[in-house]
């Protein structure tokens, strides 16, 4: 069973604000397609505050812990500690290897419809056609009716950082690979408008970082 400190501190923000907006408010059974799941602490806490929404966890070989850390290559440990940390839970789903620069998913199949989608510090650490394939496939996932994205990490807004921290921040990971940095809410919310998705809160929380949240146009094909 995997840990990340980060996990434990931001859980319950981040839940706060998931918690303003179905499936996750009121009772009604739901969907959630968690991106990029991690450690799977937060998928397992989300599933226990929201007994009502039916999860699915996925992770991607190339991604990693954290900016520092190497690439998982093998998932087998990855999705052991997803599994280990919602061990007794119904409403999870067994994890899926998904890179979300591609143009079609594994978890996609006619008729299929995600009341949410859910992606936590990838944006930033992933290369840009990580942050497009994620709009694109929340355009094609999520239900028409009032599904929405939900992006959580430091952004820009306005081309502008919002702390000096994030502008440090952002100049490291530069450094460390040049397809890496702090993306512009601003810039996303503008190519989530082509993929029928519209910008409702961008929610200011802990540690200078934000939750996006993004809803589907309803009646976009």
């Given at each position: 069973m995997r840990t990340a400190p980060s996990a434990d501190r931001n859980k319950e923000p981040i839940a706060a604000i998931l918690g303003k907006y179905p499936p996750f408010a009121g009772?009604?059974?739901?969907?959630?397609?968690?991106?990029?799941?991690?450690?799977?602490?937060h998928v397992a806490h989300f599933a226990a505050e929201?007994?009502?929404?039916?999860?699915q966890p996925t992770e991607y070989e190339g991604g990693s812990a954290g900016p520092e850390e190497p690439a998982y290559g093998n998932l087998s440990p990855v999705f052991a500690s997803i599994i280990a940390w919602t061990s007794g839970v119904s409403n999870v789903l067994k994890p899926v290897a998904l890179n979300a620069a591609t143009p079609a998913w594994p978890v996609e199949a006619p008729g299929v419809a995600y009341d949410a989608i859910y992606a936590c510090n990838i944006c930033h650490i992933a290369p840009y056609a990580v942050t497009t394939g994620l709009l694109a496939g929340a355009g094609r996932l999520l239900a028409t009716d009032g599904g929405r994205l939900f992006v959580y990490g430091p952004f820009m807004v306005d081309g502008q950082h919002t702390a000096e921290s994030n502008a440090a921040f952002d100049t490291r990971l530069r450094s460390q690979n040049a397809d890496w940095g702090v993306r512009d809410a601003t810039e996303i919310a503008a190519l989530a408008a082509s993929h029928g998705l519209r910008l409702v809160e961008r929610a200011e929380m802990p540690a200078n970082n934000f939750v996006l949240v993004l809803e589907r146009v309803s009646g976009r094909a």
């Open positions: 009772s009604r059974q739901g969907s959630c397609l968690e991106i990029a799941s991690g450690t799977g602490q929201f007994p009502h929404v039916t999860f």
